[in-house]
């Protein structure tokens, strides 16, 4: 059995197609994790429509973020792939941590604040507002241990850990707190036009990301756009964001140290490492590319994993709700 291994939880929305910050930040290391941990990956349904989603756009990106996972390296049969809105018990702990999360607190959330600002008329929601109460809800009921996600996401995991540590402390011990997993490379992908910003799917200029579906040729494309710097030198400095970026993308892929890329490049100028950052780039995507192209035409099989999925996501949830009910006092049914 499963029992002795540590949990990991970790969600990503099916809001678009996904991008190489996605990739490098979450799912490629989430490969890394399966054979030695419980693994719970989930496509967030729930989350995505906090801002307003077409339901075709909706349904269509779930699929392809499970496919993505798949096609990633994600083995169906070692880990629980599902999607959020399959398990219904997400939602009720979400309310009842609702209930133990301050206004306050959610007021204070990055995404939050850079969320709403993007919303038109003000047209703030809000499942917007309470969405970090979701998460930790999803991170909770697994007893997880450790959280496998992307710098930007520390500022909610903290958070969760506020809000278990809260509730074991109100209604005595309930929850595992858990541990926020960030890898040191690749945890942030920057935009290839800002490099001062993280590389987002919601920016207008398509420029500016790199998308798992993009073909081998956008890809090139958009590294030799990439913005650098005026200095010519590929070296680590927080002077030349640019440059940084392309290294933590060339080292998170072949896993050479941003050192040894550092010498390799001395002496040569920006034109040579950015084809070469491409080139390593559409190598690593390619494959990924055509194996998701392939499971989406096998919906059959992408049903029968999200099917599975849930049922299993549902036994642990369900488990932890019902504890949940009884400590805050709920009469069973
Ligand atoms: P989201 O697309 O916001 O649902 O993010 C899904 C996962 O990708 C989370 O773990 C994020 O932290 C991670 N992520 C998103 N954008 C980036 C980025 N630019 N660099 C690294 N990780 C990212
Ligand atoms: N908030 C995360 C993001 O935008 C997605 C998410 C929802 C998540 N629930 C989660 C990530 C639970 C990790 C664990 O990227």
Redesign the pocket.
């Known amino acids: 059995m499963e029992d002795n291994k540590k949990v990991i939880f ?1 969600g ?2 099916p ?1 678009g197609s996904l ?1 190489l ?2 990739y ?3 799912i490629k290391n989430w490969t890394n994790l399966q054979d030695e941990y419980n693994c719970y990956y989930c496509i967030v349904d729930m989350h995505a429509i906090t801002v307003p989603k077409e339901p075709k756009d909706l349904r269509k990106n779930t699929l392809e973020v499970l496919a993505n996972y798949v096609a990633a390296g994600l083995d169906p049969d070692k880990v629980t792939l599902f999607i959020q809105s399959h398990v219904s018990a997400h939602v009720e702990l979400g309310w009842v941590l609702n209930c133990m999360t301050y206004y306050g607190e959610l007021g204070r959330m990055t995404q939050f604040k850079d969320k709403s600002k993007k919303q038109e008329n003000n047209n703030i929601t809000a499942g917007l507002f309470t969405y970090p109460s979701l998460m930790a809800a999803d991170i909770l009921l697994y007893q997880t241990d450790l959280v496998p ?5 520390r500022q909610h995991l903290e958070l969760s850990r506020d809000i278990a540590i809260r509730f074991n402390n109100r209604y005595s011990e309930t929850f595992v707190v858990p541990e926020p997993y960030i890898s040191k490379v ?4 920057m935009n290839l036009q800002d490099p001062t910003s ?3 799917k919601s920016d207008t200029n398509d420029n500016s990301y790199i998308l798992l579906s993009d073909d081998d040729d956008s890809i090139r494309r958009k590294f030799k756009r990439a913005v650098t710097d005026s200095l010519g030198i590929v070296k680590l400095s927080d002077d030349q964001p640019g440059v940084k970026n392309l290294l933590g993308i060339y080292s998170k892929i072949t896993g050479e140290s941003v050192d040894n890329l550092v010498q390799k490049y001395e002496g040569k100028g920006y034109a040579e490492f950015k084809e070469d950052v491409a080139e390593i780039v559409v190598n690593e995507l390619r494959p990924l590319r055509e194996k998701r192209d392939d499971l989406l035409k096998n919906k059959d099989y992408l049903e029968e994993i999200y099917h599975k999925g849930a049922e299993k996501a549902e036994n642990v949830a369900r488990k932890t709700l019902r504890k949940v009910y009884k400590k805050v006092g709920f009469i069973p049914r």
């Open positions: 970790s990503i929305q809001s991008t910050g996605n490098l930040g979450a996600v992307g710098e930007d996401q690749g945890a942030k992908i993280k590389m987002s």
